[in-house]
């Protein structure tokens, strides 16, 4: 089959008739809305709907497979699955693609259910491809799972060009370690997605993608625990991840996308946990949410409607070594934004919007901070709870690093080329190495946006890494903690220190808006003893 990236090394994918033959080669069509353009989605009202919240992932009995198994390993079994899925109540049911676990048949497919990992208990996930082999009118059914911000061999990281079919199936081996054993590393807020070359876009769109946690003796998920180490931050019911994505629907409730959005595809309704606009009822007390922007390449910038601040305690899988109080938390695609919101005091029945102030009218980027956003979320204060959670001064802190003792430096420019994106003037090729970092040496990148007004949020595979310097200048405070996606604003550069350390093999970086990573601004770089 070609490839997008075929076509775009033959050079057809110059300009916009240029593009109907890669159509046709790949036998898809468009969905052509009345009009010509994506005429904008049905009109739904706002707030009919309480927040989904996507179960947890249950264990399953063990069973054979290629990753090692150590005793009190957890094994799990996740199912790909086209479904109906109903975004709205006001729309008809949509054709989504999402993950189902096979102990909860009739769970909502998208997102995903999400994945509780403790630290040092390995896992095995097994995901079992029941995708429809029949075309789409977007998506691809092979698929490959990638779990952003885990570390985990190359083989089970979700490499682009090794996926599994319909029918197939493929395991992959979480150890839930880290290589120093060390406290200090202990993650947080992770997700899974789709990955396929070319085509993760489409089908991270269509759905393929949810939550996994990390919870180890300090985050450990129990606003109770008795341990002195643990920080009992919000927990259980009062701990929310809420993935926020935005959606393009048609006239009769199908997802629309357009395979030829290679600027980023933008929809026109905000869904949080695969609803639109949803509220969710609280209590006068504090609350966990763990953002995670979900979309292929929108940025959202919220903000409070009552004017309060966020208390943020992480930032991608991380705690932040002290909470930090902002009146607003922009975040691009990929990226999660752990935050504590205290409802305390506030009189029941109040109403308290999540806005998104921040205008985006195409895949380059956002445009500004506007005064009146899109409500994307309504908060309902409903009455009393107790509350023993607490948000301590003292997080989790940071693993020391040493800059001045780097030896090896690196440099990646990110660019648009011939209707395309590329990293150094090229575009992915899973057979070329653009760097072989040897373990135990640490390194600074420095990754710099080739111009042109567009935003690149850009995802390291395997280790998390520390910005240095943007733009010459020490990163804000929110910036400064174990990061795995790094922002690059227009013409920046920014310089991060990174140390991989262990899983000798191959890996990936790219921009994570997705359609920038489709055509195809990723690089394979092998890690090496
Ligand atoms: Cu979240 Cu390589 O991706
Ligand atoms: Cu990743
Ligand atoms: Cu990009």
Not at 186 to 193: A, R, V
Not at 481 to 502: A, C, H, M, W
Request: hydrophobic share 35%.
């Amino acid at each position: 089959m070609l490839t997008r990236r075929d076509l775009l090394k033959m050079g057809l994918l110059a300009g916009g008739s240029a593009m109907l033959p890669l159509e046709q080669a790949l036998g898809r069509n468009l969905l052509r809305l009345p009009g010509g353009g994506n005429g904008g989605s049905p009109a739904t009202t706002p707030f009919l709907r309480s927040l989904p919240l996507p179960a947890t992932v249950q264990p399953v009995a063990a069973f054979s497979t290629r990753c090692a198994t150590p005793g009190g390993t957890v094994f799990y079994e996740i199912h790909e699955k086209e479904g109906l899925h109903s975004f709205h109540p006001d729309l008809p049911p949509a054709t989504v693609w999402g993950y189902q676990d096979v102990n909860a048949p009739n769970a909502p497919l998208t997102p995903g259910p999400t994945f509780i990992g403790r630290v040092n208990v390995p896992a095995v996930a097994r995901f079992v491809n029941d995708l429809p082999t029949a075309p789409r009118s977007f998506g691809v059914p092979n698929t490959t799972v990638h779990r952003h911000g885990g570390f985990q061999e190359d083989l089970s990281d979700g490499i682009p060009t090794l996926f599994f079919r319909p029918g197939e199936s493929y395991d992959y081996c979480w150890p839930n370690s880290n290589p120093d054993n060390d406290p200090r590393e202990g993650e947080s807020t992770l997700w899974y997605h789709d990955h396929l070359v070319d085509f993760t876009a489409q089908n991270v769109y269509r759905g393929l993608a949810g939550f996994h946690l990390m919870f180890d003796d300090v985050d450990s998920g129990n606003e109770n625990d008795p341990n002195p180490n643990a920080l009992r931050l919000p927990s259980g019911d009062f701990d929310v991840p809420m993935v926020v994505q935005d959606k393009l629907f048609a006239g009769n409730g199908e997802l629309v996308y357009d395979s030829f959005s290679h600027n980023g595809f933008l929809g026109d309704k905000f869904c949080v946990n695969g609803a639109i606009q949803p509220f969710f009822s609280v209590k006068q007390r504090k609350y966990r949410f763990r953002f995670l922007n979900g979309s292929n390449a929108r940025f959202f910038e919220f903000f409070l409607s009552n004017g309060r601040s966020f208390v943020q305690i992480g930032a991608d899988d991380n705690l932040l070594p002290h909470p930090i109080t902002r009146t607003s938390i922009r975040i691009a695609p990929a990226e999660r934004i752990d935050v504590v919101l205290d409802f305390n005091g506030i009189p029941t029945g109040t109403a308290i919007f999540l806005e998104n102030r921040l205008q985006q009218t195409s895949g380059r980027g956002p445009d500004r901070v506007v005064s009146h956003g899109t409500q994307v979320l309504k908060f309902i204060v409903d009455g009393p709870a107790a509350d023993p959670s607490q948000v301590p001064n003292n997080l989790r802190e940071l693993p020391p690093i040493n800059p001045g003792a780097v030896t090896v430096q690196r440099r990646f420019e990110f660019a648009r080329s011939h209707g395309g994106w590329v990293v150094n003037g090229e575009f992915f090729d899973p057979n070329r190495v653009l760097a072989r970092p040897r373990l135990g040496v640490p390194e600074i990148w420095t990754l710099k946006n080739g111009g042109g007004g567009w935003f690149h949020p850009i995802h390291i595979h395997l280790e998390s890494h520390r910005i240095l310097t943007r733009n010459g200048r020490i990163p804000p405070a929110w910036e400064q903690g174990r990061k795995d996606t790094v922002v690059l604003n227009p013409s920046e550069e920014v310089r991060i220190y990174i140390e991989f350390r262990q899983f000798a093999g191959q890996y990936v970086f790219h921009c994570h808006n997705i359609e920038h990573e489709d055509v195809a601004m990723m690089g394979r770089f092998d890690t090496i003893l």
